[in-house]
């Protein structure tokens, strides 16, 4: 009976074998699995490399009005909205204590005025009496020398004749002071006239009134060294508008001025505007991020080409922006094209080391995809690349034209798959289900 079991074991391994041997033959065994992508031939394209940043709606021209004086608003002569002309009455603060410091002023003119009509009579007086004391001081210094008078005589003679000299020398300085005074006075006089006038604010430009920030009884600060003041409006060119945006340090190298941009405006939705590159900031300007890094970036002005949004203008307005200050838009300035480069889809280029090169420093990445080879393998193809746009990127080097690049699934690309590995190429349904595109 033991050996009845034998023999069937025996013929169980025997059949093993042989199924092993033919399966062997017949590449059912030992043959890889196949990695399902989707690829497609690199092809030549255009490509246009963008810089986006968002920012917001600013007219290009936009006037703060700051009064130069303190004091109530006692009159709004505009609206927010309103038009107005450069000259045009824009707003009154209370005028009464103003008036009141120039009729000071004017007063103390007056009779700092009076007062150097004074020192100019007294400097008279003082020079009249001194022209009749050097008359006599002459007469007596003759006497004096034909020994007719006293030397006492001679000396008060001529003592009086020093002291009207000195009387003339003060009476000369008194009416430079009053001189000084009335001078003074004029400028203070100058001043509170200027303040009063400065009560009514008129407008600096033409333009509409894009914000009220005031009204009628509240009070306002005047500018000065130590402070900007209240800022009671602003005076907008709403004909003229520009995109204010903020662009990363890594970016700015590549935008320069007059570089053309596509402009995105949150309400027109779906809807693509022309601008231009008007002025790029020099300095950065640093926020905080959310770290405690900072973050750098600069100023850059787009300006939205008229020609653009002609169509949304209003019947029976002329030249009028259909955009706000301060609305949201998405820019991307478009700062290099290629025309004609031989390009692949951005997923299907993958960064890896290169660890057959001995020379290759640590942390050293080098830029690869993978074509499918005629045997149906993934072959790793290392490239140089240049620009890119939202969905291609330019391959200067290491691809020729035709040849099947595997562009999905990124993450077989680009973790999983190795170079020999073979492949089967499917639609991108396939892969993703029915709604992959």
Not at 146 to 173: G, L, N, P, W
Not at 377 to 405: F, M, N, S, W
Request: glycine share 6%; proline share 2%.
């Amino acid at each position: 009976m033991k050996r009845k079991h034998i023999i069937i074991i025996s013929g169980f391994v025997v059949v093993a074998i042989i199924i092993l041997l033919i399966g062997k033959n017949q590449g059912w065994l030992g043959k890889t699995h196949e990695v399902k992508v989707a690829a497609e031939k690199a092809e030549k394209r255009d490509i246009t490399q963008m810089v986006s940043a968002n920012g917001k709606i600013q007219p290009e021209i936009e006037v703060k009005i700051t009064p130069y004086i303190s004091g109530e608003v006692v009159e709004l002569g505009v609206k927010e909205g309103n038009e107005v002309d450069k000259g045009d009455f824009l707003a009154r603060i209370d005028p009464e204590i103003y008036r009141s410091n120039y009729k000071k002023a004017k007063a103390n003119l007056n009779t700092q005025k009076a007062n150097m009509a004074n020192a100019k009579a007294r400097l008279a007086q003082a020079e009249a009496r001194l022209e009749k004391i050097r008359s006599q001081y002459n007469r007596k210094k003759e006497l004096f020398e034909d020994d007719v008078i006293s030397q006492a005589e001679f000396d008060e003679i001529k003592s009086a004749y020093q002291e009207a000299r000195s009387e003339v020398s003060a009476a000369k300085e008194s009416l430079k002071a009053a001189e000084f005074n009335v001078e003074s006075a004029q400028a203070s006089l100058q001043e509170a006239e200027e303040n009063l006038n400065r009560t009514s604010i008129y407008a600096p430009n033409s333009g509409t009134i894009s914000r009220l920030n005031v009204e009628v009884g509240e009070r306002v600060t005047g500018a000065s060294q130590f402070s900007a003041g209240t800022e009671i409006m602003r005076i907008a060119n709403l004909n003229r508008m520009e995109v204010n945006v903020e662009v990363n340090e890594n970016d700015i190298i590549r935008i320069e001025k007059k570089d053309t941009a596509l402009i995105e405006v949150d309400a027109y939705f779906k809807r693509n505007f022309k601008g231009v590159v008007t002025e790029i900031a020099t300095s950065a300007k640093e926020t905080q991020g959310v770290s405690t890094d900072q973050v750098t970036n600069f100023e850059v002005k787009v300006r939205i080409l008229p020609s653009s949004y002609k169509d949304l203008l209003k019947k029976g307005t002329v030249d009028k922006s259909p955009f706000r200050p301060g609305m949201s838009a998405s820019v991307n300035i478009q700062t290099e094209t290629v025309y004609g480069a031989l390009s692949v889809p951005l997923q299907a280029v993958v960064a890896k080391a290169d660890t057959t090169d001995e020379d290759t420093r640590e942390g050293d990445l080098e830029e690869y995809l993978f074509i499918v080879s005629q045997d149906g393998d993934a072959e790793q193809q290392k490239v140089k690349t240049g620009i890119q746009d939202k969905e291609y990127i330019h391959i200067k080097e290491g691809l020729e034209k035709e040849r099947k690049v595997i562009t999905a699934p990124y993450r077989t690309i680009n973790q999983d798959l190795e170079d020999g590995d073979p492949v089967k190429v499917v639609e991108k349904n396939q892969l993703f289900g029915a709604e992959a595109d």
